[in-house]
């Protein structure tokens, strides 16, 4: 069964400061897909990443980066030089394919920057 | 560009009522996912289709849930005789056909059921 696990549950920073947010992903399929939303005060999922199994390069947008490990089956989020704007619940989600469709979500990271 | 829309944004309700929920998903998509999000916690898959069809339902969805989606364009979720314990965000996500696409999230109906 797939299963997310982000364990970090909440994490405060200074502005400034970088900050990584851990994924750990349990599946027994081969092709799967992983994504990363951020869930602002406002209440709604915004996407940043979907990264497919078969690809483990790593990305960089900007000041954000992803890093995707499948021998640790992990799948971290890095914000560089983070700002207030950043503070939000950040979910870590897999989707394994084909014929599962829905998305199995960790329990969420709360991430506050502080000023 | 218009994204996902979700109405009502906010739900009060006695217990024992029924409450409907409406999502509007991104035009082209023909996929719909509903999702309930309670506090402190991630997302968790309801139900999806695909045009009009429903094609999955998870074990979460009770008989005292339905949704529907009649023309393959926006979709309800009804609850009926309502408890406490549905108290909850309900979460709309819509994608493209293919297998692994994202879902695009609209902002979510919050229920408080007293």
């Known amino acids: 069964a797939q299963k997310v696990t982000q364990a970090q549950t909440e994490i405060s920073v200074v502005e400034k400061e970088d900050v990584t947010l851990d994924c750990v992903y349990e599946?027994?399929?081969?092709?799967?897909?992983l994504f990363w939303y951020k869930q602002p005060p406002s209440g709604e999922l915004v996407f940043l990443i979907r990264?497919?199994?078969?690809?483990?390069q790593n990305e960089i947008s900007g000041r954000y980066s992803w890093n995707f490990q499948k021998s640790t089956s992990s799948f971290n989020f890095t914000i560089t030089a983070s700002q207030v704007v950043d503070s939000a619940v950040y979910f870590c989600?897999?989707?394994?394919?084909?014929?599962?469709?829905?998305?199995?979500f960790g329990a969420g990271t709360r991430l506050t920057v502080k000023p | 560009d218009t994204g996902v829309s979700q109405n009502p944004r906010h739900k009060i309700t006695k217990r024992g009522q029924n409450v409907t929920f409406r999502c509007d998903p991104i035009?082209?998509?023909?996929?719909l996912y509903w999702y309930r999000q309670t506090l402190g916690q991630g997302p968790e898959f309801l139900t999806y289709?695909?045009?009009?069809?429903?094609?999955?339902k998870s074990r979460l969805l009770s008989d005292r849930f339905s949704a529907e989606r009649p023309k393959g364009s926006f979709s309800t979720l009804e609850i009926q005789r309502t408890e406490q314990g549905d108290s909850a965000m309900y979460l709309c996500?819509?994608?493209?056909?293919?297998?692994?696409?994202?879902?695009?999230f609209g902002p979510g109906t919050r229920l408080l059921v007293l």
């Open positions: 996500a819509s994608s493209l056909i293919r297998s692994g696409e994202t879902q695009y």
């Open positions: 599946t027994r399929d081969t092709t799967y897909y």
């Open positions: 990264r497919n199994s078969f690809d483990e």
């Open positions: 989600a897999l989707s394994e394919a084909p014929g599962n469709n829905d998305m199995r």
């Open positions: 035009s082209e998509h023909n996929r």
């Open positions: 289709f695909q045009n009009e069809a429903q094609l999955e």
